[in-house]
C-alpha cells in the first residue's frame, strides 16, 4: 500500500489490493483489483491498474502491459497535446 503504480499492469494475484483511479476516473473511492476481467472496457476492469495511479491497501502482483506513452495515462496526455 502506498505505491504508486509504475507502468500499466495486468493483475497476477492480489491480496486485498486496492487502487485509487480518481486521476484517471474521477472515482473518489478506492477500488478493489481481481485477477480476472471484470469489464470489456479497459477502464472499468478490475484486473488492471494504470500507470500514475496509487495502490492504497493490500498486496498486488502484476505483469507489465503498457509502458511510456502507451500507457492509458500516456495516451491522455497525447490527446491533451494535440
Known amino acids: ?3 504508486k503504480v509504475p507502468a500499466d499492469l495486468r493483475v497476477l494475484s492480489t491480496k486485498d489490493g486496492k487502487v485509487d483511479k480518481s486521476a484517471l476516473t474521477g472515482e473518489p473511492d478506492p477500488i478493489p483489483l481481481a485477477v480476472a476481467c471484470t469489464d470489456r472496457n479497459h477502464h472499468e476492469t478490475r ?3 494504470q500507470f500514475g495511479t496509487l495502490l492504497t491497501e493490500g498486496e498486488v502482483v502484476g505483469l507489465v502491459v503498457a509502458t ?3 500507457t492509458t495515462m500516456g495516451g491522455i496526455s497525447d490527446m491533451v497535446q494535440n
Open 1 to 3: 500500500a502506498g505505491e
Open 47 to 49: 484486473n488492471l491498474a
Open 68 to 70: 511510456g506513452s502507451k
